[in-house]
Every structure is written in C-alpha cells, then in structure tokens.
C-alpha cells in the first residue's frame, strides 16, 4: 500500500497570507489525525477527523481549521500566519482509533517557513 | 489531564551496549503506548506497540502499569539505531486520533 502523502512538501509564506496543506492518508484509512512539530514546542496534536468530521481538537487558535473529504483526504488552513506558525506540519492517518486501529502512521510532512 | 516524559534529551552508547530508553505517562484510564523512531531524513515510523508485544529490530518495551511507564530496551545497540526516539499515548474515546507524543530521546551509538 502507498504511504500518506503530503503536498506541497515546502512552502514559504509572509507573516498575514493564508495556507492550506493536503494530506492523503493510506487507503482504507478513514482517520486522519495532523500534528506541529517545532524544536521548542515538540509535537503537538492540533486535530483530529474520521468520517469527515472533526473529533478532536488541540490546543491551538482559531486560525487553525481542517476537514476532511469523503476519499478521506484532508486538509488543513492557516490563516493570518505568524511568525510562530513556522513549523513542519504532519498528517498521519490510522484504520479507525478506538477499534484496535489506532497506530498511526506518518507523512513525510509539510515545511512551512514563514517570513 | 496525559502527559508523557521522556527524562534523556540524548542518550550516547557504545555499539553492542545496552540501550535502555525511559518513559513515564500519567493517565488516568488505560491508555495505549507506543513508540516511534525517525532516522535522519526520514518520516515518523512506528517502532513498537505495547499492545502487540513485539520485538522490533531487537527493541522490546513492557508496559508497567504500576509505576507508569514503558521503557524500550535493546541488549546490543548497533549505529543504525541511531535516531530520534518518541514514546506517545493514546486515550480514551475523548482523545481517539490524539497522540500525546514525549519530547523525544536522541540516540547516538558510536563505534
């Protein structure tokens, strides 16, 4: 089976531009789960859906939204970057967590650099 | 509230030395444990998880219950093992899909 997909793989942004990133999970997978991760902050769970609705939530401002389509694929939006948002952005995707499917396998992840 | 610790920032052995990578949770309910490994350049892969029981690349991780944690060991550390370590969590119905993730071992296995 392919891996999860994420594009685009870099981005560069300026401080008050919106961005979205795309997320492919496994197929067969129907959760898709995204995650910051930062040299100070570590990795931090921002959201989380199955079934194209949204489960659970991080601690992270309204600015950061996500969903997710009926092929599973997700996406998740920034808007009004900041300096801060400057991360490596992840998806992974899992069977369905909660049934004994919820190992959680990664994408290579999504650069964003924000200037 | 989870919350993972991972105690070592960076753990330094010797090829063919004992390895011994520390994890502590706190969680009220029975969570699953997992570990992840991420070689330079590489994605986040899943290493271990403790439901399984597995021994994966010759890591082995045993869940105490008692005293909250689940510590990955190998007998003989080999320089492929070098790699950032993650231990992280899942809970409940409350928490499906969120991996608390600790702040990560980085190992160096030097010749």
């Known amino acids: 089976k392919a891996g999860v997909t994420q594009t685009p793989r870099y981005l560069i942004k300026t401080r008050g531009q919106q961005v979205t990133l795309s997320c492919s999970p496994i197929s067969g997978h129907r959760s898709v789960s995204w995650y910051q991760q930062t040299p100070g902050q570590g990795l931090q769970f921002l959201f989380e859906?199955?079934?194209?609705?949204?489960?659970n939530k991080g601690n992270f401002p309204g600015r950061f939204s996500g969903r997710q389509f009926s092929n599973s694929r997700s996406e998740m939006n920034v808007s009004t970057l900041e300096l801060g948002d400057s991360a490596l952005y992840l998806c992974?995707?899992?069977?369905?967590?909660?049934?004994?499917?919820?190992?959680?396998?990664f994408g290579p992840g999504t650069r964003l650099t924000v200037t | 509230a989870q919350r993972v610790t991972q105690p070592e920032k960076l753990l330094s052995v010797f090829k063919g030395a004992p390895v011994e990578l520390k994890c502590n949770y706190s969680?009220?309910?029975?969570?699953?444990l997992f570990w992840y490994v991420q070689y330079s350049r590489q994605r986040l892969q899943l290493l271990l998880r403790?439901?399984s029981r597995e021994s994966i690349k010759g890591f082995t991780a045993d869940l105490n219950k008692g005293e909250t944690s689940f510590h990955l060991k190998k007998p003989f550390a080999q320089e492929e093992d070098s790699a950032m370590y993650y231990c992280?969590?899942?809970?409940?119905?409350?928490?499906?899909?969120?991996?608390?993730f600790g702040a990560g071992t980085q190992v160096v296995v030097t010749p």
């Open positions: 969680y009220s309910g029975s969570p699953e």
């Open positions: 992280a969590l899942s809970g409940g119905p409350d928490s499906w899909g969120k991996l608390q």
């Open positions: 992974a995707s899992s069977l369905n967590p909660g049934t004994g499917g919820s190992e959680q396998y």
């Open positions: 859906y199955f079934s194209e609705t949204q489960r």
């Open positions: 403790h439901i």
